[in-house]
C-alpha cells in the first residue's frame, strides 16, 4: 500500500490522469486510517515502553493471554513479507525503465521483449532480491530498507529543489553543496541517534 509504488506503476494504468491521483489518495487515507487504529489497539494492550521492536501485535496478544489472536497476526506478519518483496519486485523494473527512458541508467534496462515486458530489468531487479535475502540476515535488511526508503525520499526531495531553484551565478553548484552536506548530515545524525 505504498503511494510510490502507485506512482512508480502509472505506466500500466489505462487512464493514469483519472486513476493515479485516486490511487494515491487512497492508499494515503486508508494506510493513515489504518495506522491509526493499530496505534491506538496497540497502545491499549500494552504500555508503549513494553511494544516489541520484532514483533508487535503478536506479542502484546501473547502477553494479554490472547493466543489465538497472537498466532494469527503472527501469521498475517509472514503472510505479508511475500507480497511485499513481490510488489517491490514488480515496481523496480518500471522505475528503471523510467531512469533509461531518462538516459540516467543504460538504456539495457528500458529494452522490452516481444510480450511488452521489461524483462531485462525483472530479472536484475528479482536477481538483487534473491541474492540479498540469500545472504544478507532478517535484522540487517529490515534496517537496510528503512535507511534506504530514506535515502530515496531524500534524493526525491532534493531533485525537486533542484528542478525549482538554481544556485546564483556567482556561485555555482553551491545549492548542491547545501543539498549534500544537508543529506550527509541527516544520515550522520541519524545513525547516531539509531546507535549510540
Known amino acids: 500500500l505504498g503511494y510510490d509504488s502507485v506512482c512508480c506503476v502509472a505506466g500500466e494504468a489505462i487512464n493514469p490522469r483519472r486513476d493515479v491521483p485516486r490511487a494515491v489518495m487512497l492508499t494515503i487515507g486508508s494506510v493513515t486510517v489504518i495506522y491509526i487504529m493499530a496505534s491506538f489497539a496497540m497502545t491499549g494492550m ?12 503478536p506479542e502484546a496478544f501473547q502477553s494479554n493471554g490472547v493466543h489465538w489472536a497472537a498466532q494469527i497476526s503472527a501469521f498475517g506478519e509472514v503472510f505479508t513479507l511475500p507480497i511485499v518483496v513481490l510488489l517491490m519486485t514488480m515496481v523496480q523494473p518500471r522505475l528503471q525503465y523510467a531512469l533509461a527512458q531518462d538516459g540516467l541508467i543504460p538504456p539495457w534496462f528500458a529494452k522490452m521483449d516481444s510480450t511488452g515486458n521489461l524483462y531485462n530489468g525483472t530479472m536484475f531487479a528479482g536477481g538483487i532480491v534473491i541474492f540479498t535475502a540469500t545472504f544478507i540476515p532478517f ?11 530514506l535515502i530515496a525520499f531524500s534524493m526525491t526531495d532534493s531533485s ?9 551565478k556567482e556561485s555555482p553548484f553551491l545549492l548542491e553543496k547545501f543539498l549534500c552536506v544537508f543529506n550527509i548530515a541527516s544520515f550522520l545524525s541519524g545513525l547516531l541517534l539509531t546507535h549510540y
Open 46 to 57: 500494552e504500555p508503549y515502553q513494553n511494544i516489541s521492536d520484532v514483533s508487535g501485535f
Open 139 to 149: 535484522l540487517h535488511l529490515n534496517d537496510m530498507i528503512s535507511a534506504s526508503v
Open 160 to 168: 525537486l529543489i533542484l528542478l525549482r531553484q538554481e544556485s546564483p
